[in-house]
């Protein structure tokens, strides 16, 4: 099973549709969860931190299941300006170093 | 946002050339990254310095060489590249309390 995994896409869905995501880790012991935002030659940026009971920031909610060890983002209501590439990241034990990304979910959302 | 910044956004370098990456961060934070990221593929990463100490050297080959004066620089030097080593170089960085990362735009480098 790869550390971090997620469906790359893309996801073709229409302007104010919803969307969700889930990306699954491997190692159970995993500290901290994320999502982070990348535009086309563009750098990452963070989107949304994870909590355990789940957190919303406007259209975009984000939930962990550590049982299934997965994460999921949700969009509703979803815009054309979010037409990106979301990525998975998952922080390693023990606060060490290790922070790793999955290889990230193409979005397009359609006029 | 000029939290994390990095120069050059762009270069062009030959196979014998001997050039730098830069980044600095204004953050207060005390782990810095080096990422690699190919066309159309997953971030890669390379370097990890945490309080100016290299933790993590992700098998990158020793033309690339890092460096980290301070907690709030970090230097990326280049020799004797190859084509494939064209990609965006991103530098991020890290509070020593959270994990979240953030990154510099990236210096858009090719090799000829």
């Known amino acids: 099973r790869k550390e971090v995994e997620q469906d790359p896409g893309p996801f073709n869905v229409p302007e104010g549709a919803t969307v969700a995501f889930n990306c699954t880790y491997s190692n159970s012991a995993s500290q901290s969860f994320f999502w982070y935002r990348q535009d086309c030659r563009k750098e990452p940026k963070l989107l949304m931190s994870?909590?355990?009971s789940g957190n919303e920031d406007g259209r975009f909610t984000a939930q962990l299941n550590r049982a299934s060890q997965y994460i999921s983002l949700l969009i509703r209501d979803s815009k054309l300006s979010d037409s990106a590439t979301y990525l998975c990241?998952?922080?390693?034990?023990?606060?060490?170093?290790?922070?790793?990304f999955g290889k990230g979910t193409r979005l397009h959302i359609l006029p | 946002e000029t939290g994390v910044t990095q120069t050059p956004r762009h270069l062009v370098m030959g196979m014998t050339n001997k050039k730098s990456l830069k980044c600095e961060q204004h953050?207060?934070?005390?782990?810095m990254y080096w990422y690699k990221q190919s066309a159309k593929k997953p971030l890669e990463l390379m370097f990890v310095?945490?309080?100016?100490?290299?933790?993590e050297n992700n098998s990158v080959p020793s033309r690339f060489s890092p460096e980290c004066p301070n907690s709030s620089h970090l230097f990326l030097h280049l020799h004797t590249l190859q084509p494939e080593d064209s990609a965006l170089y991103l530098c991020?960085?890290?509070?020593?309390?959270?994990?979240?990362?953030?990154f510099g735009p990236g210096t858009r480098l090719t090799v000829t």
């Open positions: 990241v998952v922080t390693g034990t023990d606060r060490d170093d290790k922070i790793i």
């Open positions: 953050l207060g934070h005390n782990a």
């Open positions: 994870v909590y355990s």
């Open positions: 991020a960085s890290r509070a020593g309390d959270r994990n979240e990362q953030y």
């Open positions: 310095y945490n309080f100016k100490e290299q933790t």
